[in-house]
């Protein structure tokens, strides 16, 4: 069974909402609002404005993530993947889109540039302690395993 949970949304663009693009998606596609089109240059990156202000209840967050198409084809990808909505914010949504490919690329107004994905999350409570407990991987790390 497939949660829901109410999130309050006020769209100043004229873009449609956020929208699921297939019956199981995990992320909605979230679109730009530009009054004139952005050009990225290899490299570069800019702040994509959507119009889109939401209203998170506690204990969730919404992830912003590459969209997978954008990225092999044209090279773009959110840049602080993902990039991370708190409960409490209420400022404008906006995307860091890069262009980690090697032609300058376009972005206009009501383009898919992202999705956006709802997710529960913990907070943490810390423990202090003295030593944590003893694990077979241990410290091992950043490819100990091999890469087979």
């Known amino acids: 069974m497939i949660d829901k949970v109410e999130v309050k949304i006020v769209n100043k ?30 490299m570069e990156r800019a702040l994509i404005p959507t119009g889109v202000y939401i209203e998170l209840p506690p204990g969730y967050e919404c992830q912003i993530r590459p969209r997978s198409g954008m990225a092999l084809k044209r090279g773009l990808t959110v840049l602080n993947s993902p990039g ?8 404008e949504v906006c995307v860091i889109l890069a262009n980690l490919g090697n032609e300058s690329q376009v972005i ?41």
């Open 13 to 42: 663009s004229t873009n449609e909402l956020p929208a699921y693009s297939t019956e199981h998606s995990a992320g909605m596609d979230l679109r730009a609002w530009l009054q004139e089109p952005v050009v990225l240059k290899p």
């Open 84 to 91: 991370t909505i708190d409960a409490d914010y209420r400022g």
């Open 108 to 148: 206009e107004n009501g383009e898919r540039i992202c999705q956006m994905v709802v997710a529960r999350h913990s907070t943490a409570q810390w423990k202090l302690v003295q030593e944590l407990s003893v694990t077979q991987r241990g410290e091992g790390g950043f490819g100990h395993t091999g890469n087979k």
